[in-house]
């Protein structure tokens, strides 16, 4: 497993340090832990939905506005204590909600898509599941988990975890790189922040 199951917990000595800085940021902190808590018994259907809806909530902003960077990825404590991000913010943050839930990180992965309508690079969430080859898309701009295939608005393009960096074809994964860039930075400041 990519990092112990209480990732990413807030100590009592974070949550005073946020609080001095903003206190709705402890707050919402705080509601994440018992979100998160509330989904533990839950099945595992139920907590991808409920798991997409609550971060869903969360407020969209571009990363040149936020951190004055074109492709900056958020760790999911600094999306907890900003309180919005674009896309691969809210696929970072599900991503290591859901590790902390149990699911297998293997099964999950951070999901480089085209979308097909507008022309335009997007980030979502694959999840496969033990039945079916075709993974499950929880996507910031829609509440509903659909499968890939029913997806017609996206062309997957990589799909990226701790085990590498894959193409889809014919409803199979094939390993094509080892490391994705931007995960290996993003594990880095991960590894700080524990």
């Known amino acids: 497993m990519l990092y112990a199951n209480n990732y990413p917990d807030f100590n009592e000595y974070e949550l005073q340090r946020v609080e001095q800085i903003n206190r709705i940021a402890k707050n919402r902190i705080i509601h994440y832990q018992k979100t998160i808590n509330s ?3 839950l099945p595992k259907e139920k907590q991808l939905k ?3 809806f609550y971060i869903n909530g969360f407020l ?4 040149a506005v936020i951190t004055h960077e074109e492709n900056y990825w958020s760790t999911p404590k600094e999306f907890l204590k900003i309180g919005y991000g674009d896309c691969e913010d809210y696929v970072i943050m599900k991503y290591y909600s859901l590790i902390k839930l149990g699911f297998n990180e ?3 992965y951070l999901t480089i898509v085209k979308e097909k309508f507008h022309n335009s690079y997007h980030m979502v969430l694959s999840y ?3 039945k079916n080859p075709d993974p499950l898309v929880l996507d910031n ?3 509903k988990i659909l499968t890939l295939s029913q997806r017609n608005d996206l062309e997957p393009i990589f799909f990226i975890n701790s085990s590498g960096v894959y193409r889809y074809h014919d409803r199979q994964l094939k390993k094509v790189a080892k490391k994705y860039k931007e995960f290996e930075e ?3 400041k991960i590894a700080k922040d524990l």
């Open 39 to 41: 989904c533990k018994q």
């Open 50 to 52: 409920k798991i997409n």
């Open 60 to 63: 969209p902003q571009y990363d």
């Open 106 to 108: 293997n099964k999950l």
């Open 128 to 130: 496969f599941t033990e």
């Open 141 to 143: 701009l829609s509440f």
């Open 186 to 188: 993003l594990k880095a």
